[in-house]
């Protein structure tokens, strides 16, 4: 073969390898076009697998991470309520300042209507105090038993009690002297048999039933030390006694004593004011003045069943704490102006008159209810009242009851305003309400009770025609002049905190 032969040879053979070589480029090249759809699905699709699989560990991890949080809580809470810090012991505390501020403003959810008490397991087990509480300010109480002012031949049962006296009976002194109701020809007088009978009563279950107005209910759950430890006294009117007569079985002991089941009735003859709902508040808040040996009392309307022992009562709100005056708050308001304006819209009493009696308090300095006060609350559910009888204690119940004496009869509108004039030196314990209603079985009254004072919206129907619905002896002090320019006093604006109140 010739050189030239040998190099075109060479020269052809390059050219069908690069000729072969973009051919194979080209085939690739086309190959890849054709691919590219197959190859982005199936990148797609595994970038959704790692997303779910990404996503379900968040959910986890975001899971778990939630659990230990909610557990770290529960144990800062634990340990929170058992720390000797005073600041985190206090959040657990339910009777305590930093409570009752945190419940004010919303940041503590609201209690069920009713809620385990926390009780003593056995009352056979109670250890019942060695000595009574002492009285360090006021250490001798005595009682105005005559009205030297009065000329009528019909005493009042509470005195004819001036704006003075009234004042001076807040000036709290070691022997005080004070009107407390049971002025001789007053009414209210009880038989020389059943003062025999309660002279003996140290610890007291009290209730009462005026007007008929309810029926007795039988206590529960009481324990046979309780039931030799206590006295339960029913006090009623000869209205209801005739009523328990006809509609209950009254039997009589061997010296004449008038029994329905576990409860010795005690009639109050002569009915001291014409409207029973004032005459019911002579046992509900004088109990010391009608069993005066009671060292301990519970009171409950006559409304309520007792479903709990009283002793172990007396030990959860009164010896536990050291406390010697105990009654549950308000289940809807702290403000007594709030539950005055309650009371005019559920027609409970004359609104003119409610509102001259919120004048007065106003007048006289008392301030809308607020975490800068030293109470709860000033606002009671009076229904149940528990209280050891000291000095102090029944001072504070004759101030109380001079109120309801003066005033309206409704004494939840002012008993706060008692509190706050003694400036502390009343102590009182006031509980949760759901404790409260766990205390009892409410039932509802025999018939619906209504004076037609409670109707009136002015103080124009009161006149003329409407003198007859004045009561003759009681709420005297709404009809005294009053030592003060009233008419410049300008109520607190009240804002509804609750749709049931």
Request: include cysteine; aromatic fraction near 10%; hydrophobic fraction near 35%.
């Amino acid at each position: 073969m010739s050189d030239f032969q040998r190099s075109l040879s060479v020269r052809l053979s390059r050219r069908g390898e690069r000729s072969n070589h973009q051919s194979s480029k080209e085939e690739e090249g086309g190959g890849l076009l054709f691919s590219t759809g197959r190859l982005h699905t199936e990148e797609y699709g595994g970038i959704k697998t790692i997303w779910k699989a990404g996503f379900v560990r968040l959910l986890l991890v975001g899971g778990v991470l939630w659990m230990l949080l909610i557990l770290l809580a529960l144990l800062f809470h634990v340990w929170s309520c058992q720390s000797s810090l005073s600041f985190f012991s206090a959040i657990c505390n339910k009777e305590g300042r930093l409570y009752v501020v945190l419940d004010t403003i919303g940041f503590v959810p609201k209690p069920q209507h009713r809620c385990p008490i926390p009780v003593a397991y056995d009352p056979d087990k109670v250890l019942l105090p060695t000595s009574i509480t002492p009285d360090s300010i006021v250490t001798n109480l005595t009682y105005i038993t005559q009205d030297q002012s009065s000329n009528s031949p019909f005493p009042l049962f509470g005195g004819n009690i001036t704006w003075s006296q009234r004042q001076e009976s807040f000036l709290l002194k070691p022997e005080m002297k004070v009107h407390c109701g049971f002025i001789p020809g007053g009414g209210a007088e009880m038989s020389s048999l059943d003062k025999d009978y309660v002279k003996k009563c140290k610890f007291v279950v009290a209730t009462g039933i005026f007007d008929a107005y309810d029926q007795p209910h039988q206590p529960s759950n009481i324990s046979e030390r309780s039931k030799k430890l206590f006295c339960f006294l029913m006090v009623v009117d000869e209205v209801s006694l005739d009523f328990l007569r006809s509609n209950t079985t009254v039997t009589q002991d061997v010296r004449g004593g008038s029994w329905v089941g576990i409860w010795r009735l005690i009639l109050l003859k002569t009915p001291p004011y014409d409207e029973p709902r004032r005459n019911g508040k002579v046992p509900k808040i004088l109990t010391h003045r009608l069993f005066p040996q009671a060292r301990y009392s519970i009171w409950i309307d006559g409304k309520m069943e007792l479903i709990v022992d009283p002793l172990l009562i007396l030990e959860r709100y009164l010896w536990r704490g050291k406390h010697t005056f105990a009654i549950a708050q308000h289940k809807h308001h702290r403000n007594i102006y709030e539950e005055a304006d309650a009371c005019k819209r559920r027609k409970r009493y004359a609104r003119p008159l409610v509102d001259l009696q919120m004048k007065i308090y106003r007048y006289e300095g008392l301030e809308p209810w607020s975490i800068k006060k030293s109470t709860v609350s000033d606002v009671p559910e009076g229904a149940v009242i528990i209280r050891e009888h000291t000095a102090m204690n029944n001072l504070f119940s004759c101030l109380w009851f001079n109120e309801v004496h003066l005033l309206t009869p409704r004494d939840q509108l002012s008993f706060g305003y008692v509190v706050d004039r003694l400036k502390g030196a009343f102590k009182v314990f006031m509980f949760q309400n759901c404790e409260y209603n766990s205390l009892f079985e409410l039932h509802p009254h025999i018939r619906e009770h209504s004076s037609k004072i409670e109707w009136v919206k002015s103080l124009k129907e009161l006149k003329g025609k409407g003198e007859s619905m004045k009561e003759s002896r009681g709420g005297f002090g709404l009809w005294t002049p009053y030592p003060g320019d009233l008419d410049s006093v300008e109520l607190p604006k009240v804002v509804r905190t609750s749709k049931a109140g």
